[in-house]
């Protein structure tokens, strides 16, 4: 009797288990449906954009037929991190490359939407989504947008710049074609790729479609390259007005030959973004012991006295960060010199042994802002200051951290760690606000987490005050 009791008891936990999983497969599809993220918006965006249809299809941040407080999810702004990208959105696999812009108490979140694996080539989307911040420090986030598209090819690299001048974002992408790997696309003697540009002036609500800027940046290139990508992360606007997107460029050593040497780099626009032209490369450099350092993702900011300064990842496991100026707002650059305590990933440990990995490094971002009010200038501490993330370990892409710099990049100070476990890519923005009267320096910043592989996008925020008390720093 017992036995047939512990039967039924085990089939009614089984039928209620059973029915939790489809009550929530229902609300992911259906209830999703009803507000547009489900896969069949983006299959319909995709048969558009084929089509060549941009004009019909309610796709590059259109909310005109959504409810402005038709929000996804609103939490209190803290100092712990909250998922606004989350795996398998959409049906989708990942979301991967995070990129960040805060103007006018919005935050603008970007990343690429990767249909088919953690892969670079394949079915590839740029989306976004906006998070306003009211008075009492709550981020409201509205739904996910569908941002680029280009038809026959992935999207990606997404690198927002605000226009401050204009009061608009602009938006500095690539495209490739879907079957082509980057070792494909780098192995080519010239580039099979775009390069586009698009713009919102409502804050990221609507987007222009996009403009093919190819032929005025890497067709005006001095070598013609075998592969150009832009950012990733944010680019930045200068003193001058000058727009500025950081990339890097792949150019054959010798003209049709096998080696290939990678360049960081940016393009510059001088008309609020309608036209676009290429900046200067970091060269080659030498470490200590006569390796060639070679630069490849990079990071920008604008220091004191119009310093315009590369923070560059480097293809060697054993070579750290590596920083590179120019003194004429990014015309040309001066030899890359690594920073030795900016650590990145190189190695792996398998079996109790260091390996090394087969793409060693890994993307960082940089943000640059005012010394606080009352800051005593001196040869060590400048007026402008920089915060710098990325996962500071020499191993796994782990333990995401920010490092402060109060000295134009020469020295950076301990890492705070944000994030204990996987992670990856990262981008920073900041901005003020006034609480008591009193101005208040924030950052806010977007990540790539995962389990074993980085699948989700997270975001935090915190303030200048929260750094200082977590690193071990003399003011």
């Given at each position: 009797?017992?036995?047939?009791l512990?039967?039924?008891?085990?089939?009614?936990?089984?039928?209620?288990?059973?029915?939790?999983?489809?009550?929530?497969n229902?609300?992911?599809?259906?209830?999703?449906?009803?507000?547009?993220?489900?896969?069949?918006?983006?299959?319909?965006?995709?048969?558009?954009?084929?089509?060549?249809?941009?004009?019909n299809?309610?796709?590059?941040?259109?909310?005109?037929?959504?409810?402005?407080?038709?929000?996804?999810?609103?939490?209190?702004?803290?100092?712990?991190?909250?998922?606004?990208?989350?795996?398998?959105?959409?049906?989708?696999?990942?979301?991967?490359i995070?990129?960040?812009?805060?103007?006018?108490?919005?935050?603008?979140?970007?990343?690429?939407?990767?249909?088919?694996?953690?892969?670079?080539?394949g079915?590839?989307?740029?989306?976004?989504k906006?998070?306003?911040?009211?008075?009492?420090?709550?981020?409201?986030?509205?739904?996910?947008?569908?941002?680029?598209?280009?038809?026959?090819?992935?999207?990606?690299?997404?690198?927002?710049?605000?226009?401050?001048?204009?009061?608009?974002?602009?938006?500095?992408?690539?495209?490739?074609?879907?079957?082509?790997?980057?070792?494909?696309?780098?192995?080519?003697?010239?580039?099979?790729?775009?390069?586009?540009?698009?713009?919102?002036?409502d804050?990221?609500?609507?987007?222009?479609?996009?403009?093919?800027?190819?032929?005025?940046?890497?067709?005006?290139?001095?070598?013609?390259?075998?592969?150009?990508?832009?950012?990733?992360?944010?680019?930045?606007?200068l003193?001058?007005?000058?727009?500025?997107?950081?990339?890097?460029?792949?150019?054959?050593?010798?003209?049709?030959?096998k080696?290939?040497?990678?360049?960081?780099?940016?393009?510059?626009?001088?008309?609020?973004?309608?036209?676009?032209?290429?900046?200067?490369?970091?060269?080659?450099?030498?470490?200590?012991?006569?390796?060639?350092?070679?630069?490849?993702?990079?990071?920008?900011?604008?220091?004191?006295?119009?310093?315009?300064?590369?923070?560059?990842?480097?293809?060697n496991?054993?070579?750290?960060?590596?920083?590179?100026?120019?003194?004429?707002?990014?015309?040309?650059?001066?030899?890359?010199?690594?920073?030795?305590?900016?650590?990145?990933?190189?190695?792996?440990?398998?079996?109790?042994?260091?390996?090394?990995?087969?793409?060693?490094?890994?993307?960082?971002?940089?943000?640059?802002?005012p010394?606080?009010?009352?800051?005593?200038?001196?040869?060590?501490?400048?007026?402008?200051?920089?915060?710098?993330?990325?996962?500071?370990?020499?191993?796994?892409?782990?333990?995401?951290?920010?490092?402060?710099?109060?000295?134009?990049?020469?020295?950076?100070?301990?890492?705070?760690?944000?994030?204990?476990?996987?992670?990856?890519?990262?981008?920073?923005?900041?901005?003020?606000?006034?609480?008591n009267?009193?101005k208040?320096?924030?950052?806010?910043?977007?990540?790539?987490?995962?389990?074993?592989?980085?699948?989700?996008?997270?975001?935090r925020?915190?303030?200048?005050?929260?750094?200082?008390?977590?690193?071990?720093?003399?003011?």
């Amino acid at each position: 009797m017992r036995t047939k009791l512990h039967i039924k008891c085990i089939f009614v936990v089984l039928g209620v288990v059973v029915l939790m999983v489809l009550v929530d497969n229902w609300l992911t599809y259906y209830w999703l449906d009803e507000k547009g993220y489900n896969r069949g918006r983006l299959d319909r965006a995709r048969i558009a954009l084929n089509n060549g249809d941009y004009h019909n299809y309610d796709m590059y941040g259109s909310l005109q037929n959504h409810e402005e407080n038709d929000n996804f999810f609103t939490w209190r702004d803290q100092d712990v991190g909250r998922v606004v990208f989350p795996k398998y959105m959409f049906g989708w696999s990942i979301v991967r490359i995070p990129a960040l812009v805060y103007h006018k108490n919005v935050y603008i979140a970007f990343c690429e939407m990767r249909a088919e694996s953690h892969g670079d080539a394949g079915n590839i989307n740029i989306i976004a989504k906006r998070g306003h911040r009211n008075r009492n420090n709550q981020i409201q986030w509205e739904e996910t947008m569908l941002i680029a598209a280009v038809p026959g090819m992935r999207s990606m690299c997404p690198t927002p710049i605000v226009d401050h001048v204009r009061d608009a974002i602009i938006l500095i992408f690539v495209a490739f074609p879907p079957g082509m790997t980057e070792s494909q696309l780098i192995k080519n003697v010239t580039y099979h790729q775009l390069v586009m540009v698009m713009k919102s002036t409502d804050l990221g609500r609507t987007w222009s479609i996009p403009v093919d800027i190819t032929a005025s940046t890497l067709n005006a290139m001095r070598r013609i390259p075998s592969m150009f990508a832009t950012g990733p992360g944010h680019g930045i606007q200068l003193k001058s007005g000058r727009l500025i997107a950081q990339g890097n460029v792949h150019v054959k050593k010798v003209p049709g030959g096998k080696f290939t040497y990678d360049f960081s780099t940016v393009i510059y626009s001088d008309d609020g973004g309608s036209t676009w032209s290429p900046g200067g490369t970091v060269p080659l450099g030498w470490d200590s012991f006569e390796n060639i350092i070679m630069t490849n993702e990079a990071t920008v900011v604008e220091l004191d006295n119009n310093l315009l300064c590369l923070n560059s990842r480097t293809p060697n496991a054993f070579q750290t960060r590596a920083i590179s100026c120019s003194k004429n707002g990014g015309l040309q650059f001066g030899l890359p010199q690594l920073s030795d305590n900016l650590v990145e990933s190189g190695f792996k440990m398998r079996n109790g042994n260091l390996h090394l990995l087969k793409n060693p490094g890994c993307e960082g971002s940089m943000v640059a802002f005012p010394a606080p009010p009352g800051t005593n200038i001196t040869d060590d501490v400048h007026k402008t200051w920089v915060l710098f993330s990325n996962p500071a370990n020499m191993a796994d892409r782990t333990r995401l951290s920010v490092r402060l710099s109060t000295n134009s990049l020469k020295t950076w100070s301990e890492p705070w760690r944000l994030h204990e476990g996987s992670s990856g890519y990262s981008d920073l923005a900041y901005y003020e606000t006034i609480e008591n009267r009193k101005k208040v320096q924030n950052f806010a910043i977007l990540y790539e987490i995962g389990t074993n592989e980085m699948s989700e996008i997270s975001f935090r925020t915190f303030t200048l005050q929260d750094v200082i008390r977590n690193i071990p720093l003399s003011l």
